[in-house]
């Protein structure tokens, strides 16, 4: 009861003020000045707040292994609503990320979405989801990281769901490797449906690269997400 109550008449209310004032300045970087990694650095902030708003703390295991020269795809398993903000908050390499398109109908996020360099997303849509694709390459080709979820969607117990071939796709086309980040129970802190927030103290492991080879990329990194769960 005790966390429903600080959510509700704490976190929100904090939240939607700095997510009002960061967005504004976000939009007005990017949109007037063309200003891209100031939407991204913005977005840092945001999470870093967020995440100290809500209680969220982050222990992070291999964070050197994000430390290489030029693009990379980064992935990562999903389980909560703040997945984008644990990641956002320990990945120093600029990148650009996907969202859902119904999102930029948001007031403040939806514009700081809107004049992002980010990818949306229209789900159901075959046409769209080439055209994600496309723009995805052209990010890589002109040197800027991508951050993606293989599943596409939230687990609700923290279970691995189903991976799409489109992230790995581009690594094979552009020769780049893929970043494994397994993040740990973080469905715990808030679950699918419900708003109240658990601070809770979330494990995240960075691995080695994975380098486009003769073996399968998705076998490999479901099989590396799922060993890491089951060991922690």
Sequence with gaps: MIYRVKTLFFSIPLVTLYTIMLASVSAVASGLFNKQDASWRISKLWSKL???????KVMVEGVENLELNGPCIIMSNHQSQFDIPILYSII???????????????????WHLKFSDNIAIARGD??????????????LKHGKSLL????GTR?????LGKFKRGGFI????????????????????????????????????????????????????????KLRMEQN
């Excluded at 687990?155 to 279970?159: D, F, K, L």
Aim: glycine share 6%; net charge positive; with cysteine.
């Design 155 to 159: 687990s609700e117990n923290g279970v």
């Design 170 to 225: 581009l690594a094979e086309k552009n020769n780049l490797p893929i970043i494994p980040i397994t993040i740990i129970d973080s469905y715990e802190v808030m679950k699918k449906g419900d708003y109240a927030v658990m601070p809770k103290l979330i494990k995240v492991i960075i691995d080695r690269p994975l380098y486009p080879a003769g073996e399968d990329m998705m076998q490999q990194l479901k099989e590396l997400m």
């Design 126 to 139: 075959r046409k769209q989801a080439i055209k994600t694709i496309r723009t995805g390459n052209k990010h």
């Design 50 to 56: 967020l995440l100290l708003t809500c209680g969220v």
């Design 92 to 110: 120093q390499k600029s990148f650009r990320t996907y969202y859902k398109s119904p999102l930029e109908k948001v007031p403040f996020l939806g």
């Design 148 to 151: 993606l979820f293989p599943e």
